[in-house]
């Protein structure tokens, strides 16, 4: 673990909660209109994210 991915957990879990990207840079000390706070905010669920996803499109659902 390095203080890298503790970043990056920290932005993820914010906006994946809802944080405001302006939130989550203040509080990662980045300045608010730096790209890297975009670098740090990483898909914390790759299935759940996906658009194709029963769970985000229920008619995709197997029915059995």
């Known amino acids: 673990m390095t203080a890298h991915s503790l970043r990056a957990g ?5 906006a994946r909660g809802g944080a405001q990207r302006a939130d989550i840079a203040r509080q990662g000390r980045w300045q608010p209109t730096s ?4 670098t740090y905010i990483r898909p914390a669920d790759a299935w759940r994210d996906n658009p194709h996803s029963p769970d985000r499109n229920p008619e995709l659902a197997r029915t059995e």
Do not use: K, P, Q, Y
């Not at 920290?10 to 914010?14: G, L, M, S, V």
């Not at 790209?35 to 975009?38: G, Q, S």
């Open 10 to 14: 920290a932005a993820t879990a914010a």
């Open 35 to 38: 790209i890297a706070v975009d």
